[in-house]
């Protein structure tokens, strides 16, 4: 399929970070999850394509079971697409992803979407009895397994970390099309090569440097999708980012957040202290952070879409405790003012 002229679809992710309210005070991890239904349903109602929602088992994410509000969004939307961003495949289990989504595929009319990867944190290993020295190969052998199921058909398959399947059938049983399933990247040449030795679609984790600097990624792809034999497939990007009405607004809002997220992930990885500097660079021409004002965003994802050839460009509008508020307003703006603004540019150039 070529991808190449059609203009790209745009869409909100979150991970159920728990915000606070006005005046400073954390939600509760009950009302955040009332909080992202919200937001599902506003980011539909501004035409956007697509809301992700991603799996993390730790204190200041509220979302375990992406799944389950997604379910929430199905019921209560008709256009959007759903999906994960992402489902943390290593330690779970293709069978039941498969089941989930195929239940959520049903519920949504077909608009259900997994993005599988590995995550970038590991809290789901010990609390499922996985072993982290099994990374590799657990999503190798698991991704393996589900590039199988998504189709809906008997699967027969043998691995190391799970049962072995003999011509077996999964359900709920799907509609129409195979189960949408792409393979979420952060910047791994071996994970560009598995996707596309399975023929899945490539979803790139761009959350540091330039985005400019994926570019071999992209390459290598294209290559590998050759070498295998495999049809060519759409490319999407996640970057995080915050809209607001102005670039001096984007930066005074998420500034005190945005230092208290890193500066906590800093003390659990071993990085120094973050600065007001490089959130201000992130947020400039060259950066990977989608924040500032409608025409600021715009102009950037126009430029990253032409320079990738992507498809789908999808925006992490929640940032650490930013209140809810803000997130609906970001929200607003990604849909009626950056969308159209995106388009445009790109059918002018």
């Known amino acids: 399929m070529d991808t190449s002229k059609q203009l790209p679809q745009i869409g909100a992710e979150t991970f159920g970070d728990i915000t606070e309210d006005q005046h400073g005070t954390p939600l509760t991890h009950a009302q955040v999850i009332r909080n992202v239904v919200a937001e599902g349903q506003k980011a539909e109602e501004v ?39 992402v489902t943390v495949l ?25 993005i599988a990867g590995r995550g970038s944190f590991i809290e789901s290993f010990p609390l499922f009895g996985f072993n982290l020295g099994d990374y590799e190969e657990l999503f190798e052998e698991k991704l393996d397994l589900l590039t199988q199921l998504r189709h809906g058909t008997p699967v027969t398959w043998q691995g190391e970390h799970r049962a072995a399947l003999e011509a077996q059938q999964v359900y709920p049983l799907l509609e129409g099309n195979p189960l949408a399933t792409w393979v979420g990247v952060g910047g791994s040449p071996q994970s560009v090569i598995r996707a596309a030795r399975h023929g899945l679609p490539l979803f790139l984790a761009i959350i540091g440097g330039q985005p400019a600097n994926f570019e071999p990624l992209v390459d290598l792809y294209h290559r590998a999708l050759k070498q295998f034999g495999q049809a060519e497939q ?18 005074e809002r998420l500034w005190p957040h945005y230092q ?23 947020m400039g021409p060259e950066g990977a952070m989608m924040a500032g004002s409608p025409e600021t965003v715009a102009k950037k994802m126009a430029k990253v879409a032409k320079q990738l050839g992507l498809s789908r460009i999808d925006i992490k509008y929640s940032a650490g405790s930013l209140p809810h508020e803000d997130l609906m307003k970001s929200i607003e703006l990604l849909g009626t003012k950056v969308k159209p603004l995106v388009h445009e540019l790109l059918t002018d150039s």
Do not use: C
């Not at 039941?96 to 259900?112: I, W």
């Not at 759409?234 to 930066?251: M, S, Y």
């Open 90 to 114: 290593s330690s779970d289990d293709p069978v039941r992803v498969y089941e989930r989504f195929a239940t959520l595929d049903a519920l949504s009319n077909g608009r259900a979407e997994i």
């Open 47 to 85: 035409g956007l394509d697509f809301f992700g929602i991603g799996e993390h088992h730790r204190d200041d994410y509220a979302i375990s079971s992406p799944e389950t509000v997604l379910a929430a969004l199905a019921a209560t939307t008709q256009n959007i697409k759903l999906g994960t961003a």
């Open 260 to 282: 208290r997220t890193m500066n906590r992930l800093g003390s659990e990885r071993g990085w120094p202290p973050v600065s007001r500097m490089r959130l201000q660079a992130a």
């Open 234 to 251: 759409p490319i999407g990007a996640h970057f995080h980012g915050l809209v607001a009405d102005t670039d001096e607004e984007a930066l």
